[in-house]
């Protein structure tokens, strides 16, 4: 809690209320993106919706979603039908995955199983020195991370 007041300063309630109608829905909205509030967080991690992406990126909702459809970007869909974009694919500069392109192409062309891809990407793996191909993806081990990704796909395809 200190550390949410200390950032609170740096925020335009007024405008953060605005967009999301009450401070309790933000409150509803923060609470959910903690770790453990959700088995998919624990494997995931948190999410940035697609107004934050887009805020953070300065970008239209056609950039992003077309960043989406190519594989640039991993978008997964919440119950309640929210676009969500798992944090793990960005660096605290904003840098997206390396060659998550690439492992989605092998892991999953289709696009089925984006929360499937999400978990995949997260798992630490035995062949990645423990790594997860997310972990891999940003070292010299990508090319391994994206051969691993066709594997697991040719075996998920049958």
Not at 7 to 26: C, K, P, T
Request: glycine share 8%; with cysteine.
């Amino acid at each position: 809690m200190a550390a949410l007041l200390r950032h609170v300063d740096l925020i335009d309630l007024a405008e953060v209320e605005r967009v999301n109608g009450s401070m309790d829905a933000v409150a509803e909205r923060m609470l959910a993106s903690i770790p453990g509030a959700d088995v998919l967080d624990d494997r995931v991690g948190p999410f940035y919706d697609t107004a934050g992406l887009r805020k953070w990126f300065r970008m239209s909702r056609q950039t992003l979603d077309a960043q989406a459809k190519v594989g640039d970007v991993l978008c997964v869909m919440s119950a309640d039908g929210f676009r969500l974009y798992p944090s793990f694919q960005f660096d605290a500069r904003g840098i997206l995955l390396p060659r998550l392109r690439d492992v989605l192409a092998g892991l999953d062309p289709e696009r089925v199983d984006p929360w499937g891809d999400a978990v995949w990407l997260n798992a630490r793996a035995d062949e990645l020195g423990g790594l997860t191909p997310a972990q891999a993806l940003r070292t010299e081990r990508a090319d391994e991370a994206v051969r691993l990704a066709t594997l697991a796909g040719a075996f998920r395809l049958g």
